[in-house]
């Protein structure tokens, strides 16, 4: 386990092993006193020797306790080192990897990290630093009797076959039955994120069918790692009582020849008990040790995070924006979603992305953000290369209104701040830049109404305008809206137009994705994307017309032969 010896890791099992050290010189106490009672408290009958053997081995057990104390805080401080040093990056890591391309949310870090911290204050790792010290209670028992300490070694030896074997017959099925219960779980979580779609067109049998073939195959894995598992925990708990009483009868025999005491027989089986018992436990709890190195290859076989560089703080943009060529791709195999679309705009102006779905406005989108990077082509705020902003920082300045809106469970004004300390006034600026202020009070509780796991309370035009505050909390001089109207009644058009007409007046850069003409009209330029190229780009007082023109045609071209047909009937 040498994942238990890392840098960060060392100080903490250290001081475990330390007190594992002193916690098993101190339980040699009570054998030794076994010892001393039969042969020397019987034969002299001395109540006073009794009292202090008595005394002494109560402070040894005291301090046996204080050390199995230590023990258990230090590697229940190892515990917390780890998680608080990887389940930060690791969540930053999985939220990086779910907003790539094609991509999910990919939490088995976080789940391999809780199982190296239950490893580590779990009984298992206690075992396993007790038992280095095996070799000292078979040398106290050899100092009894040679013959004793001989018997006590062959049955160190093979209980440590025993859990070599442990080891080679039980680590193929704990990986497969933990792949298993993961594709169990992930597919679990695909259905309970679709399950509006699955309930409303009648497809949870189907469903339920899919998953439970899945979690049939995890069941027949566990099963079979059980079975091996509790095989051999069995033979080594037999194997242990056996070796005690093989043990109790070489000491009665010698006893018997007068070539050892009574004490000496009780104390070696007694002994013997002690120093087998880590070794039984580490080979009951196998498992969660072939779990936990099984967990730590896998982090360690991630990509290392990249460090954060103390480069120098950019100031606050002004909202240039320069796309330079940008092309992209989501796999080198694929065709590209955007061909080398080049524009720029102005601090203060706005910009309408048009086009037909799939025509690669969402990853325009999410380019200009720098959520994804081009293979090819920069794009630059105010000159710099966004690449080279850091995310906080950046996010400062940006607003950003996706697709399809998320929202958090929380209190309205929560996730206004997004998810920050919630600054009252700046919370009800953004609100009232938004034009949702109004619309918020109303609701059972204003700012303070939870809205539920995603929003669940709120309907989709609220969910929308409360998403556009968030998106404009904060002040941002770069405010990307990706099809803001979607679910907006005309009250939420009115006040999508005046957040509109307000961000222009503060000369905040706006980049609109959107159909509708009539929030186009009030934008300063518009682009226009087919097949992820750039078509048209320009004022929209030029490019307009020309949409409308060409909606125009092709709504006769679809309308006329519907009447031809009608009119032949």
Not at 136 to 165: D, E, K, S
Not at 249 to 273: D, F, K, Q, R, Y
Not at 490 to 510: C, F, H, N, P
Request: hydrophobic share 50%; aromatic share 4%.
């Amino acid at each position: 386990m040498n994942w238990l010896l890392t840098s960060r890791l060392r100080p903490f099992v250290l001081v475990a092993g330390a007190a594992s050290l002193l916690l098993n010189l101190a339980l040699l106490v009570p054998s030794i006193y076994m010892l001393q009672v039969f042969d020397r408290v019987f034969a002299s009958r001395s109540v006073e020797t009794l009292a202090m053997l008595t005394a002494f081995t109560a402070l040894a057990l005291a301090f046996a306790y204080c050390m199995d104390t230590a023990r258990s805080r230090a590697l229940a401080w190892a515990g917390r080192a780890l998680d608080r040093r990887l389940s930060p990056v690791a969540l930053a890591s999985a939220l990086r990897q779910a907003a790539g391309p094609g991509e999910r949310a990919d939490t088995d870090a976080l789940r391999d990290i809780s199982q190296l911290r239950a490893c580590l204050t779990g009984s298992g790792t206690q075992a396993l630093l007790d038992a280095p010290w095996l070799p000292i209670y078979l040398i106290v028992i050899y100092l009894m009797h040679p013959m004793l300490g001989a018997m006590a070694a062959i049955g160190a030896c093979l209980l440590a076959g025993l859990a070599v074997l442990t080891e080679r017959l039980t680590r193929g099925r704990t990986e497969r039955a933990l792949r298993a219960s993961r594709a169990t779980m992930h597919l679990a979580g695909t259905l309970t994120r679709n399950a509006e779609a699955i309930i409303g067109m009648g497809m949870t049998r189907a469903a339920v069918a899919g998953w439970q073939a899945r979690h049939e195959e995890l069941l027949d894995a566990q099963a079979h790692l059980g079975t091996a598992s509790f095989a051999l925990a069995a033979i080594a708990r037999v194997m242990r009582q056996a070796l005690q009483v093989a043990i109790l009868a070489l000491g009665a025999w010698l006893v018997i020849n007068a070539h050892a005491s009574p004490g000496i027989m009780v104390a070696a089986t007694i002994l013997l008990g002690r120093a087998l018992q880590p070794v039984e436990h580490l080979i009951g709890g196998w498992k969660g040790q072939v779990e936990a190195r099984g967990a730590w290859r896998r982090l360690s076989e991630r990509p290392a995070a990249q460090p954060v560089r103390d480069a120098l703080t950019l100031p606050a943009p002004i909202g240039r924006l320069e796309v330079e060529r940008v092309a992209f791709r989501i796999a080198p195999a694929r065709p590209l979603l955007v061909k080398s679309v080049g524009f720029s705009l102005e601090a203060g102006e706005s910009l309408g992305i048009v086009g037909p779905s799939a025509s690669g406005k969402t990853t325009l989108i999410r380019l200009i953000l720098g959520i994804w990077k081009p293979q090819a082509g920069e794009v630059r705020l105010d000159g710099a290369d966004i690449a080279q902003w850091d995310r906080d920082r950046l996010g400062q300045h940006v607003g950003y209104l996706p697709q399809d809106v998320e929202l958090f469970a929380g209190t309205v004004a929560e996730n206004i701040a997004r998810l920050g300390p919630v600054d009252a006034q700046a919370v009800v600026q953004a609100a009232r830049l938004a034009h949702a202020h109004e619309m918020i009070l109303r609701l059972p509780e204003g700012y303070d109404t939870q809205i539920g796991e995603a929003g669940a309370v709120l309907s989709g035009g609220q969910r929308q305008r409360i998403a556009l505050a968030r998106a404009l909390h904060g002040d941002p001089r770069l405010v990307v809206l990706d099809e803001p109207n979607a679910n907006l009644d005309a009250e939420g058009e009115a006040a999508l137009a005046a957040a509109l007409k307000e961000l222009q007046a503060r000369r905040v850069t706006v980049v609109l994705v959107g159909h509708r003409p009539a929030i186009m009209a009030r934008l300063d330029k518009l682009a226009v994307l087919k097949d992820g190229a750039l078509e048209a780009f320009g004022p929209t007082a030029s490019i307009l017309p020309h949409l409308r023109a060409v909606g125009q045609a092709n709504r006769l071209a679809v309308v006329q032969p519907a009447e031809a047909a009608e009119a032949s009937a």
